[in-house]
């Protein structure tokens, strides 16, 4: 099978991240629950990712490093840790629903409010248009890395320097980690949540919340920690607070790997997917049947629709008759199908990972032309 369906989850895994998840499977121990000398080699470890997680991102130090099951759970600590009773958000159309429903749950339990920002003619969002929604009670602006629908990217340096001081900025990484660059301190970005198993190259479960000083957030999660342990609370300090129950140390440890391979070949990588996404987005403009709904970008994001089938009957013909996987439908992100039109059926997407090249643009291509 041609796998095109890498912002879902990439599809084939480097032979280090294989290699580091196998050898921590052969010598399992519980990473800071013991003393001896196996769990203390094996908790070492687990900080040599948050300070490895920390440092690529311009993060605030290991210990506001937090491991999470996804990037899921950790935009939820971001958002309904921190959120208190009578507070106002803001996020954009672009959002996914990790988001839209933990901003939508919020908004019915703690009477918080929040407002999107919709998109302009070009399917992007300004800071201006973003600074514009911010109230006097505005505690977060919730901003994605790149849209997982057509690959845009905000500038968040821009959104930054647009809204006052005060106001918490968090990104959502799912999309845009590992593929673009990323300096949290530098673009005065207080919380950033990863999901280790797309541009980060980690197995699924492996996720991931770095963030600020100027943010303190509660646990959502109750139980063992290793530390403070005659305390019926959570622990005071972090990451503890927030890591109730057994670290997955395969999934840490694939994230090590993966996060060392996005060191050293994330410029090269995102330039083949600029390049794949390039070279695609020209090549449909001979489709006349396909409307692309992307511009070249280094996520390696190209959505889709085509005229005649609705996104789910391409998606299934390209896999039973072409055996070529992307994904049809949403996305999990209806907002931005709505403000580009294509809500409620969506749009075909295909996503390139940065091992992929031409020869899977044309498969894509021929069979499209089949169709």
Not at 236 to 251: M, N, Q
Not at 348 to 353: C, L, Y
């Amino acid at each position: 099978m041609i796998y095109l369906d890498n912002a879902a989850t990439e599809g084939s895994k480097p032979a280090s991240v294989q290699s580091a998840v196998l050898a921590a499977m052969r010598v399992c121990a519980n990473p800071g629950r013991s003393g001896h000398r196996l769990s203390v080699a094996q908790s070492t470890h687990v900080l040599a990712c948050r300070n490895l997680l920390s440092s690529l991102f311009d993060g605030y130090g290991y210990e506001r490093v937090v491991f999470t099951r996804s990037c899921t759970e950790a935009l939820d600590l971001a958002i309904l840790g921190t959120l208190k009773e009578g507070d106002h958000a803001v996020c954009t159309a672009l959002e996914h629903n990790s988001v839209l429903r933990p901003l939508e749950h919020a908004k019915r339990t703690k009477n918080v409010t929040y407002d999107v920002v919709p998109l302009d003619k070009n399917g992007g969002v300004t800071a201006d248009m973003v600074a514009s929604f911010v109230v006097k009670n505005t505690k977060l602006v919730i901003v994605t890395t790149a849209s997982n629908v057509t690959g845009y990217a905000p500038d968040l340096a821009a959104i930054r320097r647009a809204i006052p001081r005060h106001v918490l900025l968090v990104a959502d990484g799912a999309q845009g980690a590992g593929h673009l660059p990323i300096a949290m301190k530098s673009c005065g970005i207080d919380a950033l949540a990863l999901a280790g198993h797309k541009g980060m190259h980690a197995l699924q479960g492996a996720g991931a919340l770095l963030f600020s000083d100027r943010m303190e957030i509660e646990p959502l999660l109750f139980g063992g920690t290793g530390s403070e342990s005659y305390d019926l609370g959570m622990p005071s300090f972090y990451p503890d607070r927030l890591e109730a129950g057994t670290l997955s140390y395969p999934a840490i440890c694939s994230l090590f790997e993966g996060a060392l391979i996005v060191r050293a070949r994330m410029r090269e990588d995102a330039e083949n997917l600029l390049r794949i996404t390039a070279a695609l987005r020209s090549a449909m403009d001979d489709l006349p049947m396909i409307e692309p709904y992307f511009s070249p970008n280094r996520c390696g994001i190209a959505a889709f629709r085509h005229k005649k089938y609705s996104s789910e009957e391409v998606a299934n013909m390209l896999s039973e008759r072409f055996d070529i996987a992307v994904r049809g439908g949403l996305h999990c992100a209806p907002l931005a199908h709505r403000a580009l039109g294509t809500f409620p059926d969506g749009l075909v997407r295909a996503s390139f990972s940065a091992h992929q090249g031409m020869h899977e643009v044309r498969s894509l291509l021929n069979a499209l032309r089949r169709l």
